[in-house]
């Protein structure tokens, strides 16, 4: 049976972005339905890396990204969002006011605004070129760390540049056995602070920096790995012993249908005017990664800037004939909806 429902605001993805875009709905009076394909909120947070510590949220030196989910989750829960999961908007039509959106389970809602929150839309990990990688997968091979107990003892080689290797070599290494982590160049792309902490383990024995190096084959029986064998620009090969490989390689995007709605894109990502969210359809907006203007910031504080900008933008589209007088939520604390 065909379910139909109404409400102010269909956000777009369950992440960071959009259940910061709940809250901020709320403070101006709005209702809001949430959908998301995966089967919990939370988005690359929850399902990617729930135990990795996130050090950029202000007024929280450090915390997990399972942990900021519950946060983000327990701020929304007083404007009783209703969740849509494990199902994604397969079409939506119509215009400002009177949207019509369609998800893969046979649910329409009709909603006045559309914020599209949705990360880097559906992804899965870049693999690495191994011919026996498939057979590691699961048990020695992993694109993600969901339980960082597992490592314990461990001997792991990571594999990649970018702020996720960098920030497990660190994490992990207080409980491997051993930890390696090898790139391709000598220079990696993490922020200052986490390759000034990188580098002091490697300076006392904790982590092995190997670089210029790549992934070259993996050795094991049973999909329980032996070893990796990596090799240098020239060609020189080394065996690593290894009970464990996380290769970080980013993921690979895909936008699904919000490629057929008609917005603008700009290299998988959807344009809009950096000072409403709004994209280039009236009534539609797009916070987090998804969203790009000159410049961005690819943060999650970003995406709760966009979130506020985004709600503030469509109540007055609600409300047009509304006088507007901006409040701080100390002033008027939290209204009902």
Same mark, same amino acid.
């Given at each position: 049976?065909?379910?139909? *429902? ?35 909120? /939370? ?60 998800? %893969? ?32 997968? /699961? ?17 792991i080689v990571i594999a990649g540049g970018g702020d996720s290797a960098v920030d497990w070599a660190i994490s992990l290494s207080e409980i491997a056995a051993q930890i390696y982590i090898i790139h391709r160049r000598d220079k990696f792309r993490a922020s200052s602070a986490s390759l000034e902490k990188l580098n002091d383990l490697a300076a006392s024995g904790q982590i092995k920096i190997i670089t210029p190096a790549q992934l070259d084959n993996l050795s094991g029986t049973d999909g ?8 240098? *620009?020239?060609?020189?090969?080394? %065996? ?36 409403? %969210? ?50 701080? %939520? ?8």
């Amino acid at each position: 049976m065909n379910k139909e *429902m109404k409400t102010d605001v269909a956000i777009i993805g369950a992440g960071p972005a959009g259940l910061f875009a709940v809250f901020q709905c709320g403070m101006q009076g709005l209702t809001c339905h949430v959908f998301d394909s995966l089967d919990q909120i /939370g988005g690359q947070c929850t399902a990617l890396y729930p135990e990795k510590p996130i050090y950029d949220i202000p007024a929280e030196p450090a915390i997990l990204a399972e942990d900021l989910i519950g946060q983000l989750e327990a701020q929304a829960a007083p404007f009783s969002p209703t969740y849509h999961l494990d199902q994604q908007i397969i079409e939506v039509n119509g215009k400002e006011g009177a949207f019509t959106l369609k998800t %893969s389970k046979n649910l329409t809602l009709t909603a006045h605004s559309v914020i599209i929150a949705g990360g880097t839309g559906s992804f899965g990990p870049h693999r690495p070129p191994l011919d026996n990688l498939a057979q590691y997968e /699961g048990q020695s091979v992993f694109y993600a760390v969901r339980n960082r107990a597992q490592f314990n003892g461990k001997k792991i080689v990571i594999a990649g540049g970018g702020d996720s290797a960098v920030d497990w070599a660190i994490s992990l290494s207080e409980i491997a056995a051993q930890i390696y982590i090898i790139h391709r160049r000598d220079k990696f792309r993490a922020s200052s602070a986490s390759l000034e902490k990188l580098n002091d383990l490697a300076a006392s024995g904790q982590i092995k920096i190997i670089t210029p190096a790549q992934l070259d084959n993996l050795s094991g029986t049973d999909g329980l790995l032996h070893s990796v064998t990596i090799t240098d *620009m020239d060609g020189n090969k080394q %065996s690593l012993e290894a009970d464990i490989l996380l290769p970080f390689f980013g993921l690979a995007a895909d936008l699904g249908p919000i490629t057929k709605w008609g917005l603008n894109l700009d290299h998988h990502q959807i344009t809009i005017n950096q000072a409403t %969210s709004q994209t280039s359809i009236n009534g539609i907006y797009a916070i987090g990664d998804m969203a790009t203007y000159p410049h961005k910031l690819k943060l999650i504080l970003t995406g709760f800037a966009e979130a506020a900008q985004a709600a503030h933008h469509i109540q007055h589209r609600v409300n047009p004939d509304k006088i507007q007088h901006f409040e701080y %939520s100390t002033t008027k604390g939290l209204p009902q909806i």
